[in-house]
């Protein structure tokens, strides 16, 4: 008689509680994925007809400007995540993007880091049942990105802003970006003398 080989032991009660835990998360993050997929190829839907519509419509926008602008990783400047929304509504504005775009549009351009933190910053706001659209996208967006701080600094500067050597058109344009970070109310008389 040959001895048997020993039976191999019996996953415990927990082992299989773990297994089957493993497995919804796998079945979870397979549907985010199909779903993330879902809404690239509605955005990336979306943006060619917006290009159709721009170049059937006699819209006189270069192929430029038309374009994606780049993927947004954290790694800028306050100035570049500013200016990074406003050529994001730029577009948006040409286009005449439906509101419920705006923000698929904008998730799809961030990358690394960024991407992580609006992901887990969007699931936070889910289970508060907080509204997710372009809005809120765009306001926390510029507390992380382009703080109080930096937007106090820019209305320092125009407050602090003369020509000296800068051309009249360099101080007109400088003049008029950091107009738009002053607080108070003003009127016309007032930002001329301040020109």
Same mark, same amino acid.
């Given at each position: 008689?040959?001895?048997?080989?020993? *039976?191999?032991?019996?996953?415990? @009660? #927990?082992?299989?509680?773990?297994?089957?835990?493993?497995?919804?998360?796998?079945?979870?993050?397979? %549907? %985010?994925?199909?779903?993330?997929?879902?809404?690239?190829?509605?955005?990336?839907?979306?943006?060619?007809?917006? !290009?159709?519509?721009?170049?059937?419509?006699?819209?006189?926008?270069?192929?430029?400007?038309?374009?994606?602008?780049?993927?947004?990783?954290?790694?800028? *400047?306050? $100035?570049?995540? $500013?200016?990074?929304?406003?050529?994001?509504?730029?577009?948006? !504005?040409?286009?005449?993007?439906?509101? $419920?775009?705006?923000?698929?549009?904008?998730?799809y351009l961030l990358?690394?880091?960024?991407?992580?933190?609006?992901?887990? /910053?969007?699931?936070?706001?889910?289970?508060?049942?907080?509204?997710?659209d372009w809005k809120?996208?765009?306001?926390?967006?510029? #507390?992380?990105? @382009?703080? $109080?701080?930096? =937007?106090?600094?820019?209305?320092?500067?125009?407050?602090?802003?003369?020509?000296?050597?800068?051309?009249?058109?360099?101080?007109? /344009?400088?003049?008029?970006y950091l107009a738009?970070?002053?607080? %108070?109310? *003003?009127?016309?008389?007032? =930002?001329? =003398?301040?020109?």
């Amino acid at each position: 008689m040959t001895p048997r080989p020993p *039976t191999p032991p019996q996953p415990s @009660f #927990e082992m299989n509680q773990i297994a089957r835990t493993i497995e919804m998360m796998a079945n979870a993050i397979q %549907q %985010q994925n199909m779903a993330m997929a879902q809404n690239h190829q509605a955005t990336m839907h979306h943006w060619e007809n917006a !290009r159709f519509v721009a170049k059937t419509s006699h819209v006189s926008l270069s192929q430029e400007h038309m374009g994606l602008p780049p993927k947004f990783s954290g790694n800028a *400047t306050p $100035d570049q995540a $500013d200016q990074w929304i406003r050529e994001l509504e730029k577009i948006f !504005r040409a286009t005449s993007c439906l509101e $419920d775009k705006k923000l698929v549009f904008a998730i799809y351009l961030l990358s690394g880091e960024v991407e992580f933190l609006w992901m887990g /910053a969007q699931q936070m706001m889910e289970a508060r049942a907080e509204v997710l659209d372009w809005k809120c996208f765009r306001v926390k967006f510029l #507390e992380k990105y @382009f703080p $109080d701080s930096a =937007r106090f600094a820019k209305e320092a500067e125009f407050l602090r802003l003369e020509q000296r050597e800068m051309s009249v058109n360099a101080y007109a /344009a400088r003049f008029e970006y950091l107009a738009k970070f002053y607080t %108070q109310a *003003t009127s016309e008389a007032w =930002r001329c =003398r301040k020109f």
